[in-house]
Nanobody, 125 residues
Framework: QVQLVESGGGLVQPGGSLRLSCVASGFTLDYYAIGWFRQAPGKEREGVACINRVYTSTYYGDSVKGRFTISRDNAKNTVYLQMDSLKFEDTALYYC??????????????????WGQGTQVTVSS
């Protein structure tokens, strides 16, 4: 069955970096776009970034542009989210998700059909 397993979260100081990983199984990663989302306490889940099957990336919201980088290694069935210059407001549970499609669109949750369990990122001094 389809599985997505995130890892790499943790506690980091402001200005620090983390790299999240999303290992996919049960489907051919090459054919689908993969997205990263996050949900902070008391807030709705929001799109962070997406990468399509031809490695083109899309970033949702100005707050992460220039600081976060999404990438994929199909040979390893893994999608990454490199997060640099982390801020307090980046604190959230981060999820990866498999899109229904090969392309990235507007970041709506409805475009995604399978989700991982999430990995916690806490930015604190």
């Amino acid at each position: 069955q389809v599985q997505l397993v995130e890892s790499g979260g943790g506690l980091v100081q402001p200005g620090g970096s983390l790299r999240l990983s999303c290992v996919a199984s049960g489907f051919t990663l090459d054919y689908y776009a993969i997205g990263w989302f996050r949900q902070a306490p008391g807030k709705e889940r929001e799109g962070v970034a997406c990468i399509n099957r031809v490695y083109t990336s899309t970033y949702y919201g100005d707050s992460v542009k220039g600081r976060f980088t999404i990438s994929r290694d199909n040979a390893k069935n893994t999608v990454y989210l490199q997060m640099d210059s982390l801020k307090f407001e980046d604190t959230a549970l981060y999820y990866c998700a498999k899109s229904k499609y090969s392309y990235c669109s507007g970041g709506s949750l409805n475009e995604y059909e399978y989700w991982g369990q999430g990995t916690q990122v806490t930015v604190s001094s």
